[in-house]
């Protein structure tokens, strides 16, 4: 069988040899060539699952020195250099080479797991093989070293970077031929881009128009621009597509995400900060993190931090990163080699967005750059507003606090002054202004101070990354809301299970919470336990049979998923040291790092594996584990903690500090998502828990009911957040708090959400970092991955979902908080958009989550599920078309259909419009 069938539609093709390889980019095409040295085996095993062949690179007709592997080459069989790579061209009639190549070089990766490779350096034996009976001799050679590899590893895909003289010989051994530079090229030797001669393009043109005519095989042609010329990366993709081939431009070294016949957008920026400032050094105590990371999230981007003291990325940035973020509070030490480089990543044409300070002097070529001088000497009496945009005045606008002794004035065409001050001597300065590479925003012009610690941004964040970064329209991802429901989940930490109540009999919190909350509100609820707590070898050895068989009671409600809360309860987790005894030192607060148990010494696998471990074995019931971790006392597990959890399967949950309220409604106020921490990502809840309402339940015990405040705020203008009722067991202690939680649970059960379980939120926010967006050169979008994180929140002025024309989109719904776009959860989904609203069928609302869609022509089949509660769900674009949909009671009609089950599954409903 030919290893590509004739026919096939023409696959989508990146390219990338960088060391940092970005992924859940390259898992948005359907092939993608790496380098296997730079991958790791979870890599490869990502495109795999999204449904990409990795091709891995194998140089077929040069040896390669970095590879570090020499002593292996056949040195005899080395005939000549290769000065521009460094390599040496290699006789293909060698038998020790083609056992080099076969046994050194593929065998390893075929037993990596790699089925396709990318056979470059094919002619490399022209530079030794001059005369036409010589070339003819390597190319019989070659055509063995084809036919061999395909003998010995079975099924595998091979792609060929030309070797066109031997195409009618391996028509049938390979998936595809590629070339380099149709229109574009890159001089490796002078490092110039330049345009390929017409002579040259004219030959290489027929060439590939012979692969994809006479041999049916796609044509892949490789164009080289520089990285900071975007527009024209698409304008030659385009080109090379109008040809009929498929495209891949991108930079000389083959290290930047470029344009294809779909262009990712990045949906990543790199965030700096300095870790030395930060408080314990961590990430979480950064302003960076604290307040840049909220709006970048809202925007559709996650954050990827480095701290600027190490190593900085050496391979190509633009088109990866949607731009780099920095904030400091100081001068660096290293400012002239991070000048060098951030200089480097403007040049490349990287959009830099600077908060706080810049961290260097903004002195010489890279202030013109931005088009700005310094304004020494600014004193700060007498401080005046000159004149600002609507940048500035977010919550507040600026006061009179110390500044710098310096700031800046507008020099330049290529910058923009969003604020303009003067002091009292009369001296204007800029302290907030964007350009064509960026912005900067210094302090004390970004956030002003109030009193009782409260913060206003003074710049509004929105608006001005939107600006720096120049980031453009396109459908976001969203990870609040699915099927036009914000969603809604509970969670109970396990603290004061083994408290007594202020009720009638003292009975047991956890007895308070069962009778009152969990019988009552029937509605997906996670619920955790310390082991240290109730196990016999924990702290309370003998309440342990009078409390275990409530929690085996409470795990056993069908609508509860279980929990740990860890074994010794961490409140300090940055502080305790692993094998050190239990309880030895103290919070700031007078709290031990963890519970003082006997004879404990510190363990994050029993915190994390071993609680889960006592849980399943002795409370949760026959068919039910432990579905998730629910982060204890300050909630910031280090890497290797989060990674043990990521071991056994279990989804993560808490950190954060969301407590934005009436009487402090600050965007401050509002903590991100998402904590990557090295190769693992923590996820925040939503909402704090009860603690901070009730001051730590010291009063007012009823403090819990003004979360509703939260839940408004979070929601409107923006939905930053979905709905996290999150409480612990000091709920059930008191009247009051108890009071405060019903009416809490009273006010979310008349909002329309969709309620899930709190594992299933965690991979939907992870699930979310990665998820990919692409633009097709046809102006449509590819999403890739999106399998939990199913909703894009899409600017009205780019229309709607034509529901015809996509594959896997499956509702909308306008909301005064966006236009929300409702996916199928399929591995890719194509979103084709239009001006007006949708009139073919399509979900509008719903409270449970698409488990099948499938749509032919103007017929569509789909059913849904819900979490513990009722389905409900509601059809728009049903006008003259026949609903059914056994099992459920039907309201409505015309466009609009409502469908109410009693329990959690639709079945198959079928809407037909002939």
């Given at each position: 069988?030919?290893?590509?069938?004739?026919?096939?539609?023409?696959?989508?093709?990146?390219?990338?040899?960088?060391?940092?390889?970005p992924?859940?980019?390259l898992?948005?095409?359907?092939?993608?060539?790496?380098?296997?040295?730079?991958?790791?085996?979870?890599?490869?095993?990502?495109?795999?699952?999204?449904?990409?062949?990795?091709?891995?690179?194998v140089?077929?007709?040069?040896?390669?020195?970095?590879?570090?592997?020499?002593?292996?080459?056949?040195?005899?069989?080395?005939?000549?250099?290769?000065?521009?790579?460094?390599?040496?061209?290699?006789?293909?009639?060698?038998?020790?080479?083609?056992?080099?190549?076969?046994?050194?070089?593929?065998?390893p990766?075929?037993?990596?797991?790699?089925?396709?490779?990318?056979?470059?350096?094919?002619?490399?034996?022209?530079?030794?093989?001059?005369?036409?009976?010589?070339?003819?001799?390597?190319?019989?050679?070659?055509?063995?070293?084809?036919?061999?590899?395909r003998?010995?590893f079975?099924g595998?895909?091979?792609?060929?970077?030309?070797?066109?003289?031997?195409?009618?010989?391996?028509?049938d051994?390979?998936?595809?031929?590629?070339?380099?530079s149709?229109?574009?090229?890159?001089?490796?030797?002078?490092?110039?881009?330049?345009?390929?001669?017409?002579?040259?393009?004219?030959?290489?043109?027929?060439?590939?128009?012979?692969?994809?005519?006479?041999?049916?095989?796609?044509?892949?042609?490789?164009?080289?621009?520089?990285?900071?010329?975007?527009?024209?990366?698409?304008?030659?993709?385009?080109?090379?597509?109008?040809?009929?081939?498929?495209?891949?431009?991108?930079?000389?070294?083959?290290?930047?995400?470029?344009?294809?016949s779909?262009?990712?957008?990045p949906?990543?920026?790199?965030?700096?900060?300095?870790?030395s400032?930060?408080?314990?050094?961590?990430?979480a105590?950064?302003?960076?993190?604290l307040?840049?990371?909220?709006?970048?999230?809202?925007?559709?981007?996650?954050?990827?931090y480095?701290?600027?003291?190490?190593s900085l990325?050496?391979?190509?940035?633009?088109?990866?990163?949607?731009?780099?973020?920095?904030?400091?509070?100081?001068?660096?030490?290293?400012?002239?080699?991070?000048?060098q480089?951030?200089?480097?990543?403007?040049?490349?044409?990287?959009?830099?967005?600077?908060f706080?300070?810049?961290?260097?002097?903004?002195?010489?070529?890279?202030?013109?750059?931005?088009?700005?001088?310094?304004?020494?000497?600014?004193?700060?009496?007498?401080?005046?507003?000159?004149?600002?945009?609507?940048?500035?005045?977010?919550?507040?606008?600026?006061?009179?606090?110390?500044i710098?002794?310096?700031?800046?004035k507008?020099?330049?065409?290529?910058?923009?002054?969003?604020?303009t001050?003067?002091?009292?001597?009369?001296?204007?300065?800029?302290?907030?202004?964007?350009?064509?590479?960026?912005?900067?925003?210094?302090?004390?012009?970004?956030?002003?101070?109030?009193?009782?610690?409260?913060?206003?941004?003074?710049?509004?964040?929105?608006?001005?990354?939107?600006?720096?970064?120049?980031?453009?329209?396109?459908?976001?991802?969203?990870?609040?809301?699915?099927?036009?429901?914000?969603?809604w989940?509970?969670?109970?930490?396990?603290?004061?299970?083994?408290?007594?109540?202020?009720?009638?009999?003292?009975?047991?919190?956890?007895e308070?919470?069962?009778?009152?909350?969990?019988?009552?509100?029937?509605?997906?609820?996670?619920?955790?336990?310390?082991?240290?707590?109730?196990?016999?070898?924990?702290?309370?050895?003998?309440?342990?049979?009078?409390?275990?068989?409530?929690?085996?009671?409470?795990?056993?409600?069908?609508?509860?998923?279980?929990?740990?809360h860890?074994?010794?309860?961490?409140?300090?987790?940055?502080?305790?040291?692993?094998?050190?005894?239990?309880?030895?030192?103290?919070?700031?607060?007078?709290?031990?790092?963890?519970?003082?148990?006997?004879?404990?010494?510190?363990?994050?696998?029993?915190?994390?594996?071993?609680s889960?471990?006592?849980?399943?074995?002795?409370?949760?019931?026959?068919?039910k584990?432990?579905?998730?971790?629910?982060?204890?006392?300050d909630?910031?597990?280090?890497?290797?903690?989060l990674?043990?959890?990521?071991?056994?399967?279990?989804?993560?949950?808490?950190g954060?500090?969301?407590?934005?309220?009436?009487?402090?409604?600050?965007?401050?106020?509002?903590?991100?998502?998402?904590?990557p921490?090295?190769?693992?990502?923590?996820?925040?809840?939503?909402?704090?828990?009860?603690?901070?309402?009730?001051?730590?339940?010291t009063?007012?015990?009823?403090?819990?009911?003004?979360?509703?405040?939260?839940?408004?705020?979070?929601?409107?203008?923006?939905?930053?957040?979905?709905?996290?009722?999150?409480?612990?067991?000091?709920?059930?202690?008191?009247?009051?708090?108890?009071?405060?939680?019903?009416?809490?649970?009273?006010?979310?059960?008349?909002?329309?959400t969709?309620?899930?379980?709190?594992?299933?939120?965690?991979?939907?926010?992870?699930?979310?970092?990665?998820?990919?967006?692409?633009?097709?050169?046809?102006?449509?979008?590819?999403?890739?991955?999106?399998t939990?994180?199913?909703?894009?929140?899409?600017?009205?002025?780019?229309?709607?979902?034509?529901?015809?024309?996509?594959?896997?989109?499956?509702?909308?719904?306008?909301?005064?908080?966006?236009?929300?776009?409702?996916?199928?959860?399929?591995?890719?989904?194509?979103?084709?958009?239009?001006?007006?609203?949708?009139?073919?069928?399509?979900?509008?609302?719903?409270?449970?989550?698409?488990?099948?869609?499938?749509?032919?022509?103007?017929?569509?089949?789909?059913r849904?599920?819900?979490?513990?509660?009722?389905?409900?769900m509601?059809?728009?674009?049903?006008?003259?078309?026949?609903?059914?949909?056994?099992?459920?009671?039907?309201?409505?009609?015309?466009?609009?259909v409502?469908?109410?089950?009693?329990?959690?599954?639709?079945g198959?409903?079928?809407?037909?419009?002939?």
């Open positions: 069988m030919p290893a590509h069938a004739a026919g096939d539609p023409q696959p989508s093709v990146s390219f990338y040899y960088g060391n940092d390889v992924v859940h980019m898992a948005q095409f359907d092939w993608a060539v790496v380098e296997a040295e730079h991958m790791t085996p979870g890599q490869r095993d990502t495109l795999e699952q999204y449904g990409t062949t990795a091709f891995a690179y140089s077929l007709g040069e040896a390669e020195h970095w590879r570090g592997d020499d002593a292996q080459v056949p040195a005899a069989a080395l005939k000549a250099c290769n000065d521009n790579w460094n390599s040496q061209a290699a006789d293909l009639t060698s038998a020790e080479w083609g056992d080099y190549l076969i046994n050194q070089r593929i065998r990766l075929w037993k990596q797991g790699y089925r396709a490779l990318f056979l470059d350096t094919l002619d490399s034996y022209r530079l030794f093989a001059k005369d036409d009976a010589s070339a003819a001799v390597q190319q019989q050679a070659l055509v063995r070293l084809i036919k061999r590899i003998s010995e079975p595998i895909k091979l792609l060929l970077n030309r070797g066109f003289e031997v195409l009618d010989q391996v028509q051994d390979i998936v595809g031929v590629a070339a380099e149709l229109y574009k090229s890159w001089d490796p030797a002078s490092q110039i881009y330049r345009d390929v001669t017409a002579q040259d393009s004219d030959y290489l043109l027929k060439q590939l128009l012979r692969v994809r005519n006479t041999f049916h095989l796609p044509a892949i042609a490789i164009d080289y621009v520089a990285p900071a010329d975007r527009d024209q990366a698409r304008a030659t993709a385009r080109k090379i597509a109008n040809a009929g081939f498929v495209p891949w431009v991108t930079d000389g070294a083959l290290d930047q995400v470029g344009v294809g779909i262009e990712p957008m949906r990543k920026v790199l965030v700096l900060y300095d870790k400032a930060a408080d314990h050094g961590e990430l105590f950064s302003n960076a993190h307040y840049a990371a909220v709006p970048l999230e809202y925007l559709g981007y996650g954050a990827v480095r701290d600027v003291n190490s990325p050496t391979d190509t940035l633009a088109g990866r990163y949607a731009g780099i973020v920095t904030w400091f509070q100081s001068r660096l030490t290293q400012t002239n080699e991070y000048r480089w951030l200089a480097r990543q403007m040049n490349d044409g990287v959009r830099v967005a600077i706080g300070e810049p961290g260097f002097s903004v002195s010489g070529t890279l202030a013109q750059r931005m088009g700005v001088q310094v304004v020494p000497s600014i004193k700060d009496d007498g401080l005046a507003v000159i004149g600002h945009d609507d940048v500035i005045g977010f919550e507040g606008m600026p006061g009179r606090p110390p710098n002794e310096s700031g800046y507008v020099v330049g065409d290529n910058a923009v002054a969003h604020l001050m003067k002091d009292g001597a009369g001296t204007q300065f800029v302290p907030v202004f964007t350009g064509d590479w960026g912005g900067v925003a210094l302090s004390p012009w970004v956030l002003q101070q109030a009193v009782a610690e409260q913060a206003r941004w003074v710049v509004d964040p929105f608006r001005f990354l939107q600006q720096a970064l120049d980031l453009p329209q396109m459908p976001v991802p969203d990870a609040t809301t699915e099927n036009g429901s914000r969603y989940m509970n969670e109970i930490d396990g603290d004061a299970f083994v408290n007594r109540a202020d009720f009638p009999g003292s009975p047991y919190t956890g308070v919470m069962l009778k009152e909350i969990l019988r009552r509100y029937r509605v997906p609820t996670t619920v955790s336990v310390i082991e240290g707590e109730l196990a016999p070898d924990g702290l309370y050895p003998k309440l342990t049979r009078t409390l275990e068989p409530i929690a085996r009671e409470i795990f056993r409600l069908p609508w509860v998923e279980i929990g740990t860890t074994y010794s309860h961490p409140f300090d987790w940055l502080s305790l040291k692993e094998g050190e005894l239990a309880g030895q030192g103290k919070t700031a607060a007078g709290f031990n790092f963890n519970l003082p148990i006997k004879n404990y010494r510190y363990s994050l696998e029993k915190e994390v594996a071993g889960t471990e006592y849980i399943n074995e002795n409370l949760a019931p026959p068919g584990k432990v579905k998730i971790i629910l982060w204890s006392g909630s910031l597990p280090p890497e290797k903690a990674a043990i959890a990521d071991r056994i399967g279990l989804a993560n949950l808490n954060g500090d969301t407590h934005v309220t009436r009487d402090n409604p600050s965007l401050t106020e509002v903590s991100p998502m998402l904590r921490i090295g190769a693992q990502v923590q996820v925040f809840s939503p909402q704090i828990n009860e603690n901070v309402y009730t001051n730590d339940m009063g007012p015990y009823w403090g819990f009911r003004r979360v509703i405040e939260t839940y408004k705020i979070t929601d409107s203008p923006r939905r930053l957040k979905p709905i996290d009722i999150y409480y612990h067991f000091y709920s059930a202690g008191r009247p009051a708090s108890l009071n405060a939680l019903k009416e809490v649970y009273d006010y979310v059960g008349t909002q329309q969709l309620p899930l379980y709190t594992s299933t939120y965690s991979g939907i926010a992870r699930n979310w970092y990665d998820a990919g967006v692409a633009r097709t050169l046809d102006g449509d979008w590819q999403i890739t991955g999106a939990q994180m199913r909703t894009l929140r899409l600017p009205a002025a780019m229309g709607w979902p034509d529901m015809n024309a996509s594959r896997d989109v499956v509702g909308v719904r306008d909301q005064s908080q966006g236009r929300y776009v409702a996916l199928s959860g399929a591995p890719r989904a194509t979103l084709v958009l239009q001006q007006r609203q949708p009139t073919t069928p399509y979900l509008r609302r719903a409270n449970g989550r698409v488990t099948e869609w499938q749509q032919s022509g103007r017929s569509v089949q789909l849904l599920q819900s979490e513990a509660v009722p389905l409900q509601e059809l728009g674009g049903t006008s003259g078309c026949s609903v059914r949909a056994p099992g459920a009671a039907r309201s409505g009609g015309g466009d609009a409502t469908l109410r089950y009693q329990g959690t599954d639709s198959s409903v079928s809407i037909d419009c002939g």
